[in-house]
Antibody, heavy 119, light 107 residues
Framework: EVQLVGSGGTLVQPGGSLRLSCTASGFTFSSYWMSWVRQAPGKGLEWVANIKQDGSEKYYVDSVKGRFTISRDNAKNSLYLQMNSLRAEDTAMYYC????????????WGQGTLVTVSS | EIVLTQSPATLSLSPGERATLSCRASQSVSSYLAWYQQKPGQAPRLLIYDASNRATGIPARFSGSGSGTDFTLTISSLEPEDFAVYYCQQRNKWPLTFGGGTKVEIK
């Protein structure tokens, strides 16, 4: 059974930093692209970042470029999102998601970890 | 950026009725469109990928169609557990984008 367990979300002040983690099991982690998708309270879904199997390619939504960094450790079956210079508009539930064989959609999702940016 | 527009925003139907949800792209996404279902307090679930392919374990009452810029998700006969929010998403070009969602509510 595929499982994605996210962690690291908390209350942080504007301008602060946070690192989200996601631990995967139930599939060969190193064989798939991985993603972060977020959802602001009461709003729709927004893709944040993708990373290729070996970490050689990374893509970001414009609003987080230069502030967020996606990374992975295949030996630990883990995905990360380093979030710097946080803004109020980054407040959201952050979902870790496994990309399907097609790389650009999401066939399994974690339960989400909540990031709140507020003073 | 490819903008996906979903309509209607809300669909009020009764169990057993047919639901037809629309997703229109601002430019062609070929067949690279997926549909997701999200229930309150839960993560989204993949229903359809590449416009018309059901994901693993998805019931046959869910079907997708379309290509280019116009896509449809059809639920042939609504079950009580189908009342939820549905999102479309394109993977044709970076950045990946989602539509704003259609809420299917009980009439």
């Amino acid at each position: 059974e595929v499982q994605l367990v996210g962690s690291g979300g908390t209350l942080v002040q504007p301008g602060g930093s946070l690192r989200l983690s996601c631990t995967a099991s139930g599939f060969t982690f190193s064989s798939y692209w991985m993603s972060w998708v977020r959802q602001a309270p009461g709003k729709g879904l927004e893709w944040v970042a993708n990373i290729k199997q070996d970490g050689s390619e990374k893509y970001y939504v414009d609003s987080v470029k230069g502030r967020f960094t996606i990374s992975r450790d295949n030996a630990k079956n883990s995905l990360y999102l380093q979030m710097n210079s946080l803004r109020a508009e980054d407040t959201a539930m952050y979902y870790c998601a496994k990309a399907g064989p097609r790389a650009g959609d999401f066939d399994y999702w974690g339960q989400g970890t909540l990031v709140t940016v507020s003073s | 950026e490819i903008v996906l527009t979903q309509s209607p925003a809300t669909l009020s139907l009764s169990p057993g009725e047919r639901a037809t949800l629309s997703c229109r792209a601002s430019q062609s996404v070929s067949s690279y469109l997926a549909w997701y279902q999200q229930k309150p307090g839960q993560a989204p679930r993949l229903l359809i990928y590449d416009a018309s392919n059901r994901a693993t374990g998805i019931p046959a009452r869910f079907s997708g169609s379309g290509s280019g810029t116009d896509f449809t998700l059809t639920i042939s006969s609504l079950e009580p557990e189908d009342f939820a929010v549905y999102y479309c998403q394109q993977r044709n070009k970076w950045p990946l984008t989602f539509g704003g969602g259609t809420k299917v509510e009980i009439k």
